[in-house]
């Protein structure tokens, strides 16, 4: 919690000074307003910020209006009689700013301090959401829930003793359960938010196990942020409904705030886990920086789209894998082109299939979601391991059914074979030889020659073996192997000569 006192000391490093003081100095502030000439709405905030205002009287008269407790102008002339008794008739402190500090100076210093600088007695962080809830909750009587546009939790109050079972299950699951959203969607609330800045009062609802709700909009300007949700029985009164509206806008500061300080945190963090994946030789210092501890670590790498569209369903898994504070969440993450990678710490490949789960689950049905997962790796390792989760998620396209994270420990043959097939598609591979000779005299004559071939092969010469493979008799296949000699050269009893032909093979066609 801020109060006046503290707010007048570090002011005072930026030219102002308390020139009335009606009230008392340990005076709490919890919110700020901004004079805004255009916007016809009613304020009220503790710390009034006098924009654009002619003259200290008109901002002190602002002031009291808001129910501000201090009023920041800027000038260098004390205030007159006047604006000193509207001051003290009203119970509001006025802080003089110098005129050289600018407004925006001024705001993002006031506002730092006042909405960052907070801290409920439960010991929540003050740049925390949960202050604000509690704060509210406190002056609403009421359990309240902060939450974004996808009905997720960003916060609530620690009075939830009374809650319902529809808010119990959404803290627990992080989000609002889909049956109660579909109730919400049929009654018009979502359709309410979208349009109206107005609370609106949410009907009780048994069967979901759901009270009385009042519910705001979020928003800065026109775009939607999120919502506040307070438990009631019935509509609040008009002076707390008055309280819920004013607090959406001190809700919608901290949000834009909070979405620059993530937006920065991810670019950071972005930065770095290129680096590591690109490699370099401060590796342990990058890790460090990112706050992942030493040891071994995978790197998974994942591809999501709707549809024909790419680009909204990646920046969801993206955003779903930096949600939250560093510590809170296991791996770092980058978007680099089409695909998000992730440094998740540990070597356990069930770890790293459970965390691209969590990814899944937590985007919308529609979105498809393929993932890749390296071999684990020290961090000097970390470039290879990021090859490998390409290459994974690569297999994806030659195994069109697989859903499930492919990884590296379990796929490193398929993925030798798509190496080769690759250094074979550069020209690299033999053009001439017994397969190519055998290619062309099926080609010519409707033999199976190539297909009787790569079942010998594989079968590793069991005639029986290869004959099941084929459906044909044992005895079909010694007449093919013997017609094949007059069309080639095999020396099948040569082992080089049959493994380069099992690769070749491997390589050329895919298997059946």
Known sequence: MVTLDRLVNVLGGYGARLCCCPVSREVALRDVVMHDAADPRDLRGDVFLAVGTDSIAVAVEL???AHASVVL?????????EATERAETSGVAILLVEPDVSWGQLAGVVYGLVLEGRETESGRGPTDLFALADSLADALGSAVTIEDRLSRVLAYSSRQHQADRARLETILGRRVPEPVR??????????HLAESDEPLFVEADPEHGLTGRM???????????GSIWVECDQPLSDVRRAVLRDSSRTVGLHLLRSRASADLERQVESDLVIRLLEGTPDAAAVLSRLGLPPGRFRVIAVQAHIGDERHAALLLAFERATTGFGWSRPGRSTL?????YTVLPGD????????????REALPRQVTMLAGIGAGAVSAELPASRREA??????????????SAIAYDEAWDDILVQRLRAAAASGRAPARGPITELRRHDSANATSYVATLRAWLEAQGDLTEAAERLDVHPNTIRYRLRKMAEVTELRLDQPAKRLAMIIELAVSDPAP
């Open 63 to 65: 002031a009291a209006a």
């Open 73 to 81: 102008v800027r000038g260098s002339l004390p205030p007159g009689p």
């Open 182 to 191: 579909e109730l919400f969607e049929r009654r018009g609330v979502f359709g």
């Open 215 to 225: 519910v705001v909009a979020v928003r800065a300007g026109r775009e939607a942020l």
């Open 336 to 340: 680099f082109s089409n695909t998000v």
């Open 348 to 359: 356990d490949v069930a770890a790293a299939r459970a965390w691209v789960g969590s990814i």
């Open 390 to 403: 390409d290459e994974c998620l690569a297999l994806h396209d030659v195994r069109p059914t697989t859903k």
